[in-house]
């Protein structure tokens, strides 16, 4: 009796301290993200509405999914990503807790990622260290990249993406350890919801699953379990439907759980396999090494004009060439808590062999040497079980309790100290600021819902989330052929622009346009639009929205449609210079290191040598915020113009090209032709445009 109630009273003891290392990394984790908060608490161009406003781009694409799934309606083909699992959450999250909806989006983040630290607290207690697991899940939870990818206002899928597979890794290690039923299911349940969150989940499924394959095979093939275990995850990965999955996974559940059925198990576990490849469950998979393997092949449509496009990779530096430095930092805080983290990693397998299943993701967070950094956050919590190890292992050693605990607090502070001091300086800017979210609350009110606002992806999912409209591109949107319609008219005169937009809001792709107007050359078409032409009939206005801050990027808009489809050939890169670092001289304005204004004669002196100024024209905003400008004709036959943005101490030199643009202007300048614009709205952040035609 003695002994029985002993062991009770350690087991609530043992379950006391799960529960507070959990309540104290949770509430770190989550005060952690807080001083992002406070640091800009004042800043009111961070808010809307008296909120903070969200600084994940993609995070507008949920929020007008879930705008949309509360509302109850959406638009054809708005794109609103109302099926997605973060728009779905997000839902009930509004329908249960008191908050604003802005509230929700911006601090979801902060309290759903921090979850991270339940999962790595009860590994940490099944291989019965549970300091590991306090060291660990404080340093997981605020890590370099796992904060950068959920912080607050990060509102993205990375705030489960990590939470999930860490769950299915303590319930997998516990079903191993453990053989008890509940973990079959809870292992399968995990599957299905990692699986709703985070479609590409089953290259970690997979994984998982191979692994514990591979364990069976060699070292417990008579154990029944391992086989229902492999049955039930694989029955969670078929290619059905979320809720025929969840069915087959429950009544193979109860049926393991029947003593007559314990002869059939290798049976069920055929049956599974085979469903599994009958539903296309491999399918994923395959898709995605054929992508790797067929890379280079561009697909075209047989009856197509096998256009070329610029290739969005193009423009994104090329990937494998992460330093290493940074790959060490982004995973552990720093290159030698990184390296000791590998080193306790493997010892700590060398221990306790079942860490082992915990490889897959490290695996993938390796995979940011090759795939890019948004992957390190995966090796983030295993390697923090690593230098969580060692440091409990040193402090074992210590000749005295007092000691042991004292080196376990410095090392862990030792540890967090270099992501403290990272997520100090992060000062990540909102999205957008609250001027142009202004311009756009002020859109919402003199559009449709069906109407287009025109612009950058960029600013796609932003313009649908304030403004409720559609349109033509956005941070999903934006490979070569969408983007091309969008950057020729953002980069050309106003008329053919003009024309552009309507064809290709009623009409579709540059290619649907070229054909349907008669041409089988898009050079031939694009000429024609400097003609009288008939425009298809308007079903819904078309708006241009043009930020200020998109002047930075205008080179890179332009080249998506500098260039010829037919060929693929770039055309010559125009001419376009910014300089907001100037020196004014006596003689001249120094604009770069050899870029001067000569103020005597206003010529351009570049790279030595001296080249004719077209226009020099000086913008600002007079006391009632309206635009003016002063424009001076020097040389006629010069082809370079200079702008004097004055309120905005900018300089730009530009060709004539560049010059003409729409972008150029509208915005800068503010110079429309009235026959086929109309002025909406206007502040020195955003202008907006009509389009009449
Ligand atoms: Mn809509």
Redesign the pocket.
């Known amino acids: 009796m003695r002994k029985k109630s002993n062991i009770m009273n350690s087991m609530t003891q043992e379950t006391k301290l799960t529960i507070i290392y959990i309540l104290v990394a949770f509430t770190f984790s989550v005060l952690m993200r807080m001083i992002w908060v406070y640091q800009f608490e004042d800043l009111e161009a961070f808010k809307y509405a008296g909120e903070f406003m969200i600084n994940t781009n993609d995070g507008y694409a949920w929020a007008?999914g879930a705008r949309?799934l509360l509302a109850g309606f959406?638009?054809d083909g708005?794109s609103?990503k109302i099926n997605s699992a973060v728009a779905q959450l997000t839902v009930i999250l509004v329908n249960i807790l008191p908050f604003s909806f802005e509230t929700i989006i911006f601090y979801m983040p902060v309290y759903i990622s921090s979850l991270v630290v339940i999962p790595i607290v009860l590994i940490a207690r099944n291989l019965g260290n549970l300091e590991m697991g306090l060291i660990a899940s404080l340093l997981a939870s605020i890590a370099w990249s796992y904060y950068n990818r959920t912080m607050a206002g990060y509102y993205d899928t990375d705030m489960l993406n990590i939470v999930l597979p860490m769950f299915l890794l303590w319930s997998i290690i516990w079903a191993i350890r453990t053989n008890e039923d509940k973990y079959l299911l809870i292992t399968a349940l995990d599957i299905l919801v990692y699986r709703w969150w985070y479609p590409q989940s089953y290259a970690l499924e997979f994984s998982f699953f191979g692994l514990i394959l591979v364990y069976t095979l060699i070292y417990d093939r008579k154990n029944l379990y391992n086989y229902k275990l492999l049955a039930i995850m694989i029955l969670a990965m078929l290619n059905l439907d979320g809720f025929i999955r969840l069915a087959f996974v429950i009544g193979t559940f109860f049926i393991f759980k029947q003593e007559k059925a314990q002869k059939y198990i290798y049976h069920i576990l055929a049956i599974s396999v085979i469903l599994f490849f009958v539903s296309g469950g491999i399918n994923p998979i395959i898709g995605k090494l054929k992508s790797y393997i067929f890379r280079d092949v561009v697909s075209s449509s047989d009856n197509g004009l096998g256009l070329h496009f610029f290739a969005v990779m193009q423009t994104v530096r090329e990937a494998g060439q992460i330093p290493f430095e940074t790959f060490a930092n982004r995973i552990s805080g720093h290159v030698i808590i990184f390296i000791l983290s590998i080193l306790g990693y493997i010892y700590l397998s060398f221990k306790h062999r079942i860490m082992l299943f915990a490889l897959p993701m490290i695996g993938l967070g390796f995979l940011a040497s090759l795939g890019g950094l948004r992957f390190t956050i995966y090796a983030v919590p295993i390697l923090a079980f690593g230098i969580a190890f060692l440091i409990t292992e040193l402090a074992s050693h210590m000749p005295t309790k007092k000691l042991k605990y004292l080196s376990m607090i410095a090392l862990t502070l030792a540890i967090l100290y270099p992501n403290y001091k990272h997520i100090d300086g992060y000062k990540v800017p909102t999205v957008f600021n609250s001027n142009e979210v202004a311009v756009l609350d002020a859109l919402k009110l003199k559009t449709n819902?069906d109407d287009y606002v025109i612009s950058w992806w960029d600013y796609g999912y932003p313009i649908?989330y304030y403004a409720?409209?559609?349109t033509l591109v956005d941070g999903g949107r934006h490979g070569g052929s969408s983007n091309y319609p969008v950057s020729f008219i953002l980069t050309n005169p106003q008329e053919e622009a003009a024309k552009m937009a309507r064809l290709v809001v009623e009409d579709g792709g540059i290619e649907q346009i070229t054909k349907d107007s008669g041409f089988k050359d898009t050079n031939d078409f694009l000429l024609s639009l400097q003609t009288e032409i008939d425009l298809p009939k308007k079903t819904s206005d078309i708006y241009l929205y043009l930020p200020f801050r998109m002047l930075n990027i205008y080179p890179t808009v332009k080249i998506f449609s500098n260039m010829d489809l037919m060929t693929g050939k770039k055309f010559k890169t125009p001419f376009f210079f910014i300089s907001r670092n100037f020196k004014d001289t006596t003689e001249t304005i120094k604009l770069a290191q050899k870029i001067y204004i000569n103020k005597r004669d206003f010529s351009l002196s570049i790279n030595g040598k001296r080249v004719g100024i077209k226009r020099f024209v000086k913008t600002f905003y007079n006391k009632n915020m309206k635009l003016e400008k002063d424009i001076r004709f020097v040389d006629s036959s010069a082809n370079l113009s200079v702008i004097y943005m004055s309120s905005y101490n900018t300089f730009l030199v530009l060709d004539e090209q560049t010059y003409n643009s729409l972008y150029m202007q509208l915005m800068i300048l503010e110079e429309y032709d009235e026959e086929l614009f109309e002025k909406v709205i206007v502040n020195p952040y955003v202008k907006v445009y009509k389009l009449k035609l």
């Open positions: 007008e949309d959406h638009q708005d609103s819902r649908r409720d409209v559609k």
